[in-house]
C-alpha cells in the first residue's frame, strides 16, 4: 500500500510537471541566430535561464521580434494530423530548411515572453477565423504580439493549418518592413493539461474471520467440523455448537457414531482393515430415521487423519432441504478387542498426520494435458505428412537425358 502511495504521488508530480511546459517554434528564417543549439533528446525540458539566453539572443542579433501566441498549445498540437497531413506545412519545411527550431518543452515560455516584451501601443494584434487579415505599417515597433482568436466550431487541425499560414504571411509582411532581420517565437499560454487533485483513500481491506471449527471426541474416533448449516430454499441456519456424541456402536469390523444437533442427528460409519480404517458414509437422521446419506469411500492409513476443504453434502430426501458441512478432519482408532490383543494404544487427543481429499488432476491440469496432446497431434501428422512427400528427381542429375517433348508440324 505504501509502494502504491508514492507511485501516485510520483505521477502527480511528473503531471505537474508537464503541465507546466509549452513547446516553442523559434523562426529564424533569416539565420541570425547560429549560437542557440536545439537538444537531440526530445525529452530535455528548457529551464527559464536556458529560455531567457535564447530570447537575449533573439533580441541582440534582430531588429523585431514577434510572438504568435495560442490560448492552449501542447506537444498533442504538433504530432496531430488529418486526411490532408500535417497542420504545420510551413513550419516543417522551415524545420527540414533549418530555419526554424523546435523545442518540445519549455517552462513557462509564455510568462517570461511577456516579462521581456512588454505590451505596448499598436504591437498588440488579434488574429480570428472571421477577420485573419491585420494591417501592421509601423516598422519602428522593436516587438509584435499576435493573438490567435479561435471558435471551437472548427477541427483543432484546421485551425492550426489556418495559423501556419497566418504567420507565414505576417512575418514577411514584418519582415518588408522592417529595418533589419524578423525573429519570431511562436507558442501557448498553458498547456491545456488539466491537474485536478484527487483524494485517493486505500480501499478498507475486509478482515477474513475464519469460521470456528467444533471437535467432537469419541472412544473410537476423532472429528473437527467447521461450518455447519443447514438450507430451506433460501434460508440458511448455521450451527456453531458442539454436537453431543449419543451412540457409538462397534461391530467386528464397523462403527457407527452417531452425533445430535439440535434438529437433526449426523450418524459416520466406519469400517477397518489391517492396512486402514475406511470412512464410509454419512448419514442425516431426523427423530432416529435415516432420510439422507453420502457415500464418502475414503481409505487411510492407520495413525492418519483424513482432512478435506470441499463441502460435504448431505440432501434430506424427505422435504428437499440439505446440510452441509464446509470443511471436515476424521480419524477413527482400533477397537477395543484390537487394543486388548496388541501392546500399543489410541491417541483420541490429537489427529494424526492428515492426508488431503484433494485429486491428483483437477480442472486446470486436465485441460492442460488435453492442449498440450492436442497440439502434439497436430504436430505429429504434420511430420508425418513431411516424410511422406516424395522428391522431385527428374532433374537432380545434371547429366541426365532431358525431358523432350516431340510435336508433329503439319
Known amino acids: 500500500m505504501k509502494t502504491m502511495r508514492l507511485l501516485t504521488l510520483f505521477l502527480i508530480g511528473v503531471i505537474n510537471v508537464n503541465a507546466n511546459t509549452v513547446p516553442v517554434f523559434l523562426l529564424d528564417y533569416e539565420s541570425v541566430l547560429p549560437h542557440v543549439v536545439v537538444e537531440p533528446n526530445p525529452f530535455n525540458k528548457v529551464d527559464t535561464s536556458s529560455f531567457f539566453d535564447i530570447i537575449h539572443e533573439a533580441i541582440r542579433n534582430s531588429k523585431v521580434v514577434i510572438m504568435f501566441v495560442e490560448e492552449k498549445f501542447s506537444t498533442e498540437d504538433i504530432s496531430i494530423k488529418d486526411e490532408f497531413g500535417t497542420p504545420f506545412p510551413y513550419l516543417k519545411q522551415g524545420l527540414g530548411d533549418k530555419k526554424v527550431m523546435y523545442f518540445p518543452k519549455v517552462i513557462e515560455p ?31 515597433q522593436k516587438h509584435f504580439y499576435i493573438y490567435f482568436k479561435d471558435s471551437v466550431n472548427d477541427t483543432r487541425a484546421n485551425t492550426l493549418r489556418r495559423h501556419d499560414m497566418v504567420m507565414q504571411e505576417i512575418y514577411f509582411v514584418i519582415r518588408r518592413i522592417a529595418s533589419g532581420p524578423v525573429v519570431g517565437f511562436y507558442t501557448g499560454k498553458m498547456n491545456p493539461v488539466v491537474i485536478r487533485k484527487i483524494n485517493f483513500l486505500p480501499p478498507r481491506v475486509a478482515v477474513r474471520k475464519q469460521v470456528p471449527g467444533v471437535t467432537v471426541t469419541s472412544t473410537g474416533a476423532l472429528f473437527r467440523l467447521f461450518g455447519v448449516y443447514s438450507t430451506v430454499g433460501t434460508r440458511r441456519s448455521t450451527f456453531s455448537q458442539s454436537p453431543l456424541v449419543t451412540e457409538e456402536r462397534w461391530a467386528r469390523r464397523q462403527l457407527n457414531i452417531r452425533m445430535a444437533y439440535t434438529d437433526f442427528e449426523l450418524e459416520f460409519t466406519f469400517s477397518s482393515k489391517p492396512e486402514g480404517w475406511i470412512a464410509e458414509n454419512v448419514a442425516l437422521l431426523e427423530w432416529g430415521e435415516e432420510v439422507g446419506h453420502t457415500k464418502l469411500g475414503v481409505t487411510v492409513p ?16 424427505r422435504d428437499g432441504s440439505a446440510v452441509i458441512i464446509s470443511q471436515y478432519q476424521l480419524q477413527s482408532f482400533h477397537s477395543d478387542v484390537y487394543l486388548r490383543n496388541s501392546s500399543g494404544g489410541n491417541n483420541t487427543h490429537c489427529f494424526g498426520p492428515a492426508i488431503h481429499c484433494g485429486p491428483y488432476f483437477n480442472s486446470r491440469i486436465l485441460s492442460g494435458l488435453m492442449i498440450t496432446f492436442l497440439f502434439l497431434g497436430i504436430l505429429t501428422y504434420g511430420v508425418i505428412i513431411l516424410y511422406n512427400c516424395n522428391s522431385n528427381d527428374r532433374y537432380d542429375d545434371a547429366q541426365g537425358k532431358p525431358l523432350v517433348i516431340a510435336s508433329d508440324m503439319h
Open 110 to 140: 509564455y510568462k517570461l515572453l511577456k516579462q521581456v516584451f512588454q505590451h505596448q501601443k499598436n504591437s498588440v494584434y488579434y488574429v480570428s477565423s472571421t477577420s485573419n487579415k491585420i494591417q501592421i505599417r509601423n516598422g519602428r
Open 302 to 317: 492407520w495413525e492418519h487423519s483424513y482432512i478435506c476443504g470441499e463441502p460435504l453434502t448431505i440432501v434430506n430426501t
